[in-house]
């Protein structure tokens, strides 16, 4: 079974620009999440799909960072612009009902 | 503001011994607990979750909550090196499809 997969691995960009991470969950995974985890920090939620609603978005800062799971499937992950703070490991994770979450590799981000 | 504490270590043991990783969380409405693994520049891995009070053993690894004292450990037992990670601790409030509040994890390292 294919594991959740992300691109990119790595994004170097200036401060003010913009910058989507995309993942494709594992095959069948109904619940998407898309956590960011700063160094030395556990994982934080940022917003957690149920097929193509964005059941909690909560955490998500709604003036920069944008979702969405077009088709219930892929999803994306989009910061516009981005500032020096959001420099982090943006994760997503996947599961099946009740399933446990399993997460991808990650996107390192480094803002100039 | 629902919190997990962790010990962040690092914890260091030599090789054979019996690690002991423990968690405190605070909303006492959590229903699910997870153990995750990650290697340093790789993403968590799950290794345990516990849903009831007692003891739960998968080979090496024994997880124990107690809901009362809002407890949760990991033991590791016969460490060996390639254990050295960092171990985060996940609580949810609803199912494992929900979102899940990670510690700041522990640095485990078994020494040689």
């Known amino acids: 079974e294919a594991g959740v997969v992300q691109s990119p691995r790595y994004k170097i960009i200036e401060k003010k620009q913009p910058v989507a991470f995309w993942c494709n969950p594992i095959?069948?995974?109904?619940?998407l999440y898309w956590y960011r985890q700063n160094l030395g920090q556990g994982p934080e939620l940022l917003i957690r799909y149920e097929n193509e609603e964005a059941v909690d978005d909560s955490q998500l800062p709604k003036d920069r960072f944008s979702a969405e799971r077009l088709k219930g499937v892929d999803s994306t992950l989009k910061i516009q612009p981005a500032e020096l703070g959001d420099s982090a490991v943006y994760l997503c994770?996947?599961?099946?009902?009740?399933?446990?979450?399993?997460f991808g590799d990650g996107t390192r981000l480094s803002i100039l | 503001q629902k919190e997990v504490e962790q010990n962040s270590g690092p914890l260091s043991v030599p090789e054979g011994a019996i690690a002991s990783l423990n968690c405190t969380y605070s909303d006492r409405g959590s229903q699910s607990f997870f153990w995750y693994r990650q290697y340093s520049g790789k993403s968590p891995e799950l290794i345990m979750f516990i849903y009831s009070n007692g003891d739960k053993e998968d080979g090496r690894f024994t997880a124990q909550l107690n809901k009362a004292s809002q407890y949760v450990s990991l033991l590791i037992r016969d460490s060996q090196p390639s254990d050295s990670a960092t171990y985060l601790c996940?609580?949810?409030?609803?199912?494992?499809?929900?979102?899940?509040?990670f510690g700041k994890g522990t640095l485990l390292t078994v020494n040689p």
């Open positions: 996940a609580v949810s409030s609803g199912g494992s499809n929900y979102k899940l509040t």
């Open positions: 095959s069948g995974h109904n619940t």
């Open positions: 994770a996947s599961s099946y009902d009740q399933g446990a979450q399993h």
